[in-house]
Each structure stands twice: as structure tokens, then as C-alpha cells.
């Protein structure tokens, strides 16, 4: 048989890059990640940014892909997705983490934490290891912390200048009793629903109102809606880069490593941006026409939540201490 020349050589480098092909694919892994934010937010440039320096280190044999906008699913199947591998990595808030890791309700509850910066140190801190250990132990790698600011209350109706004003206003929460119980003890009606429903919700008067911090207020042009803006600064909560542990221990310790260290430098990264962008996304609310209502004391607010505290520390006795060991960090 004549097997022309050309054709043989065809075979060949088809079989080669076949080969090629095979052994790259045995050993090179393409992550798939969850974002709620759009591009340009801070979380989703220190999330790109960690993507791009973890291809680049590992030479591409771990690739990483963010998806952005909640496009993959909302917040609670997110974190239910890559708690068992179907997604490998996303950036969480630590709110809707609550029905899944009972400890991380602590970082729920309202004015727990004293001020930004004292947040920090304390998930810096040895705290901080306690809460990613609990995560660990349902299927999350804890390997940063993001920031996510102070949470305020908007609505569209008038400015919140004492809990009596948040009566009868359906406000929207995060997916976690505590925000209902929140709610609740000042007198609203609280709506659980994902972020992205909320500005439709807001024009049809499903909802008078909801909670946030400037930069996702703003992102959302939820100041269009809900223009009065009320300094309650209620919740601090903390978010987190987290890792499928199954994607995880499928890594070889030297890539962990890599991917550590991309994880930390997107957290100090993260945090910069986000100093900023809070600055910026206020001005912006404001050039949008929204009302800001500077609350000097917090006192009124503080001891509306007293309920909340007892109706906690009944369901969960244990966590009092963590309350505590919060409080005694500077
Ligand atoms: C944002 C946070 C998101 C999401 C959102 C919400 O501030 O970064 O992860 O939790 O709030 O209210 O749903």
C-alpha cells in the first residue's frame, strides 16, 4: 500500500498534538468562580486580579475564571454550589453564610463590631482562624478576608432618624433570620430577596427600602429609587475569598501555596479599593440626588437590638462567648 507522504506527516502531528493535548488536560485544572459584582467593583478587580496572577504563576496549569454579576446563581446556591465542588471558588459575604456555619452568625448581629478597622483586627487575629476553621469544616477554604464596610438603611419614603422611623416600611434583607429579626424589633416588615431583585422591587412598591454600604447602593443606582439614605451603620460584616475544599485538596501543596499568596495580596489589594471606592460611590449617591441623613448617636439604635441579642443567645447559648471575646478586641 502507498501511503502518500504528506498524509503520513499529517497523522503524525495529529497524534502528537493529540498527546500533547492529553497530557496538558491530565494535569492542567480550569476553575469556575462565583462574583455578585459587576467588572470594575473592587471585589471583582481583586477577584480578576487573583485569577490572573494564579494562570500566570502556575504557568497555566491552574486556570481561573470569574464569573461576574451573580451570573452563576444567587448568593445562598452560590455558596451551596462550591461547598460541594460544582463551583470551586467565589467571594462570599459572611451574612448569608449564617444557615450554613451557625458560628458565622455572629458577624450578623447588628453593631457587634465597634468600627471597621476593629473588624479587621479581629478577622486578622486569632478570631478570625476560628470562623474559617467552622467554614473549613462545611466544604469552604477560607484564604482571605474582604472588606464590605458598614451596612446602612434606605428607603424611599423619609430619612431613618430614630428606629421609630423604620415602622411599617418593608425593608429588603439578606437571606439570614437575624436581618427579620432585625427588622423586625424596630417596628418593619423585612424581605428576604437577592440583591438583583431589589431596584425592580423598589420602583413596583414591593419594598420601600433596604440596606447596604455606598459602593453597592450606588452599583445598583439604588439612590434612584430609595433616595434617603440614613447613617444607621448597623452591620459590619466581612466577606470572604473562599475555595471549594474539594478543588482544594485536589492541589498540590506547591500550587496551594500559589494560590494562597494570590489570595492574600487580593485582600490587601481588595482593601485599598475599597477604602476608595466607599468615598467615591458616596459622592456619586449624592450627584445622583441622594439624601444622606448623618446619625450622630447610635445609642437608640444600638438598644432597639436588644431583643435580637436575647432572642440569639437563646438559640444559640455557646456563641455568647464569641460575642464577648468580639468586644474585648481593640
Ligand atoms: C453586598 C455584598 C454582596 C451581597 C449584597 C447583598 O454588599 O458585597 O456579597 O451580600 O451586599 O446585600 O445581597
Given at each position: 500500500?502507498?501511503?502518500?507522504?504528506?498524509?503520513?506527516?499529517?497523522?503524525?502531528?495529529a497524534?502528537?498534538?493529540?498527546?500533547?493535548?492529553?497530557?496538558?488536560s491530565?494535569?492542567?485544572k480550569?476553575?469556575?468562580?462565583?462574583?455578585?459584582?459587576?467588572?470594575?467593583?473592587?471585589?471583582?478587580v481583586a477577584?480578576?486580579?487573583?485569577?490572573?496572577?494564579v494562570?500566570e504563576?502556575?504557568n497555566?496549569?491552574?486556570?481561573l475564571?470569574?464569573y461576574?454579576?451573580?451570573?452563576?446563581?444567587?448568593q445562598?446556591?452560590?455558596?451551596?454550589?462550591?461547598?460541594n465542588?460544582a463551583l470551586d471558588?467565589?467571594n462570599?459575604n459572611?451574612?448569608?453564610?449564617?444557615?450554613?456555619v451557625p458560628?458565622t452568625n455572629?458577624?450578623?448581629?447588628?453593631?457587634?463590631?465597634?468600627?471597621?478597622?476593629?473588624m479587621?483586627h479581629?478577622?486578622?487575629?486569632?478570631?478570625?482562624?476560628?470562623?474559617?476553621?467552622?467554614?473549613?469544616?462545611?466544604?469552604?477554604v477560607v484564604?482571605?478576608?474582604?472588606?464590605?464596610g458598614?451596612?446602612?438603611?434606605?428607603?424611599d419614603?423619609?430619612p431613618?432618624?430614630?428606629?421609630?422611623?423604620?415602622?411599617?416600611?418593608k425593608?429588603?434583607?439578606?437571606d439570614?433570620?437575624l436581618?427579620?429579626?432585625m427588622?423586625?424589633?424596630m417596628g418593619?416588615?423585612?424581605?428576604p430577596?437577592?440583591m438583583?431583585?431589589?431596584?425592580?422591587?423598589?420602583?413596583?412598591?414591593?419594598l420601600?427600602g433596604?440596606e447596604?454600604?455606598?459602593?453597592?447602593?450606588?452599583e445598583?443606582?439604588?439612590?434612584?429609587?430609595?433616595?434617603?439614605?440614613s447613617?444607621?451603620?448597623?452591620?459590619?460584616?466581612p466577606?470572604?475569598?473562599?475555595?471549594?475544599?474539594?478543588?482544594?485538596?485536589?492541589?498540590?501543596?506547591?500550587t496551594q501555596?500559589?494560590?494562597?499568596?494570590?489570595?492574600?495580596?487580593?485582600?490587601?489589594?481588595?482593601?485599598?479599593?475599597?477604602?476608595k471606592?466607599?468615598?467615591?460611590?458616596?459622592?456619586?449617591?449624592?450627584?445622583?440626588g441622594a439624601?444622606?441623613?448623618?446619625?450622630k448617636?447610635?445609642t437608640?439604635?444600638q438598644d432597639?437590638?436588644?431583643?435580637?441579642y436575647?432572642?440569639?443567645?437563646k438559640?444559640f447559648?455557646?456563641?455568647?462567648?464569641?460575642?464577648?471575646?468580639i468586644?474585648?478586641?481593640k
Amino acid at each position: 500500500m502507498i501511503i502518500a507522504k504528506p498524509l503520513l506527516r499529517t497523522t503524525a502531528l495529529a497524534a502528537a498534538v493529540f498527546c500533547l493535548a492529553a497530557t496538558s488536560s491530565a494535569f492542567a485544572k480550569n476553575w469556575r468562580g462565583w462574583n455578585i459584582h459587576a467588572p470594575g467593583y473592587a471585589n471583582t478587580v481583586a477577584l480578576e486580579d487573583f485569577a490572573k496572577a494564579v494562570g500566570e504563576k502556575t504557568n497555566g496549569e491552574l486556570t481561573l475564571k470569574v464569573y461576574n454579576n451573580a451570573v452563576l446563581g444567587d448568593q445562598p446556591d452560590a455558596i451551596e454550589q462550591t461547598r460541594n465542588g460544582a463551583l470551586d471558588f467565589g467571594n462570599f459575604n459572611l451574612g448569608p453564610m449564617g444557615p450554613v456555619v451557625p458560628i458565622t452568625n455572629v458577624l450578623s448581629l447588628p453593631f457587634v463590631f465597634s468600627s471597621e478597622e476593629q473588624m479587621h483586627h479581629v478577622m486578622d487575629g486569632k478570631i478570625g482562624k476560628e470562623f474559617a476553621d467552622a467554614i473549613e469544616k462545611k466544604g469552604l477554604v477560607v484564604l482571605s478576608w474582604f472588606d464590605s464596610g458598614a451596612r446602612s438603611m434606605f428607603n424611599d419614603k423619609h430619612p431613618i432618624k430614630a428606629p421609630a422611623d423604620v415602622k411599617g416600611l418593608k425593608i429588603r434583607v439578606m437571606d439570614n433570620q437575624l436581618y427579620v429579626d432585625m427588622i423586625d424589633a424596630m417596628g418593619g416588615n423585612a424581605t428576604p430577596m437577592p440583591m438583583g431583585s431589589i431596584y425592580q422591587s423598589l420602583t413596583t412598591g414591593v419594598l420601600d427600602g433596604a440596606e447596604n454600604n455606598y459602593p453597592s447602593y450606588t452599583e445598583f443606582n439604588l439612590y434612584q429609587v430609595a433616595k434617603y439614605y440614613s447613617t444607621t451603620d448597623h452591620l459590619i460584616i466581612p466577606e470572604c475569598l473562599c475555595i471549594a475544599k474539594k478543588s482544594w485538596d485536589a492541589l498540590d501543596p506547591k500550587t496551594q501555596g500559589i494560590v494562597r499568596q494570590a489570595a492574600l495580596d487580593a485582600q490587601t489589594e481588595q482593601r485599598e479599593l475599597w477604602a476608595k471606592a466607599s468615598d467615591k460611590a458616596k459622592q456619586d449617591a449624592v450627584k445622583g440626588g441622594a439624601k444622606i441623613n448623618e446619625i450622630k448617636d447610635l445609642t437608640p439604635f444600638q438598644d432597639a437590638m436588644k431583643p435580637v441579642y436575647a432572642k440569639f443567645y437563646k438559640k444559640f447559648p455557646d456563641l455568647q462567648k464569641v460575642v464577648e471575646e468580639i468586644r474585648a478586641v481593640k
